[in-house]
């Protein structure tokens, strides 16, 4: 990693004193660190202590004549190979979300064209806060990369979710952003969305995924180092920034874009395929002409995890989803055996779950020893545990 540089965003917030020692862990890994500092954070830390570990000049004052005269700021933003944000206080994430560039800071990362890591810190209530859930979500589906925050005492005196992350787990997440974590030279398919499949040119069959579970795995593949094929039906979120996308519209065309894909070492399959088409879409419009009601005949929709299974491209593993309404681990245990596949992630989306399009997700794990139960918790820590574990089997 010598030779890669780091712009490191300090904000301002009581956990800027570990950005201290960010700086040393990532130095000790062969980084350049360029700090920034933001108004606030020179109330934690100062501008001479940052520049004496970082080796380097501080950053921190967007109408700098000098720096200024050559557009420093967006020289500042490209010139690196990966921006982190630590701390990321409610204040810079609520900027980053809205599009604001109203100093140093906000404009280096609105102007940057480089991966963006944020490790938010703050108090329980405010990271709990909707609008700062609101922010969140809309910084992930912008590709933007988190690492925590951790749960534990904080300097208020209150216990929850807030911390931010150790500089270790800080370093590790960056090694990860480059490139150089431990599904690095790993290729992992993903499929992802519902599909439409046609009744006639303005009508179609569909289902309520959203496409969050997919995209969210997705993701946190790619923040391991792997490389992602990411086969995404009509989603209602964006595709994961860094993934090869090929966005398909029903059963048929994802299949064909699965099969498609060469040298597979992991295929995780999340996707809601239509279990059924219409045999014989019109290609018109059907007219309502108070004749009857149109009949429409079904046809089966090609099984595509059965057919990877099947398949002598087979990658070393496959896993399978199954949505259910009811007997969610006998179903899942069934499919899992019907369907060949290593893993199937089970999940109950009955109405009253609340799943099926929502933020958060309650999952069974089925593997070949049994069921492993998981809590209920965020699309984005369910996505976070599958990586990790499909990163361990993968390196044995």
């Given amino acids: 990693m010598t030779g890669k540089t780091i712009l490191l965003v300090i904000g301002g917030g009581i956990a800027a004193f570990k950005s201290l020692d960010l700086i040393r862990r990532l130095r000790e890994r062969g980084y350049r660190v360029v700090p920034v500092l933001t108004p606030a954070a020179t109330e934690f830390v100062t501008p001479l202590s940052t520049s004496a570990l970082a080796g380097e000049k501080v950053y921190q004052n967007l109408f700098d004549l000098n720096d200024e005269a050559e557009m420093g700021h967006i020289e500042l933003s490209r010139a690196a190979d990966l921006v982190v944000v630590a701390p990321a206080t409610a204040d810079l994430m609520a900027k980053m979300?809205?599009?604001h560039a109203n100093d140093l800071a906000s404009t280096l990362l609105m102007a940057t064209?480089?991966?963006?890591?944020?490790a938010p810190a703050m108090n329980v209530r405010m990271w709990e806060h909707p609008?700062?859930?609101r922010n969140l979500r809309t910084l992930q589906n912008d590709g933007i990369l988190t690492c925590g925050p951790d749960q534990g005492d904080m300097a208020c005196g209150e216990f929850g979710f807030g911390r931010m992350a150790e500089p270790l787990a800080i370093a590790d997440a960056v090694d990860a952003a480059l490139g150089d974590g431990p599904l690095r030279g790993k290729h992992i398919l993903v499929t992802s969305g519902p599909t439409h499949e046609p009744i006639d040119p303005v009508r179609y069959i569909a289902n309520r995924s959203s496409g969050a579970q997919g995209t969210a795995i997705a993701r946190a593949l790619l923040s391991l180092g792997a490389r992602v094929?990411?086969?995404t039906g009509p989603a209602d979120v964006p595709p994961p920034v860094g993934a090869d996308v090929v966005a398909v519209q029903t059963a048929d065309e994802m299949l064909d874009a699965v099969r498609s894909a060469q040298d597979v070492d992991a295929g995780v399959f999340a996707a809601a395929v239509a279990d059924w088409r219409v045999a014989s879409a019109s290609d018109q419009k059907i007219k309502k002409d108070g004749k009857g009601l149109p009949v429409l005949e079904f046809a089966e929709n090609p099984d595509i995890l059965a057919t990877v299974c099947a398949s002598?491209?087979?990658p070393a593993l496959v896993v399978g989803f199954a949505a259910e309404t009811q007997d969610v681990i006998a179903h899942a245990?069934?499919?899992r055996a019907r369907k060949g596949c290593d893993w199937i992630v089970a999940n109950d989306v009955s109405p009253a779950t609340g799943i099926m399009g929502g933020t958060e997700n309650d999952v069974v794990l089925i593997t070949e020893t049994g069921a492993e139960d998981w809590p209920r918790m965020g699309k984005d820590?369910?996505?976070?545990r599958l990586a990790q574990k499909i990163a361990e089997v993968l390196n044995g």
């Fill in 97 to 99: 979300a809205n599009g």
């Fill in 113 to 118: 064209d480089k991966r963006v890591l944020i």
């Fill in 131 to 133: 609008a700062t859930q």
């Fill in 229 to 231: 094929t990411f086969v």
């Fill in 312 to 314: 002598k491209a087979r």
């Fill in 333 to 335: 245990t069934a499919k």
């Fill in 381 to 384: 820590a369910v996505a976070a």
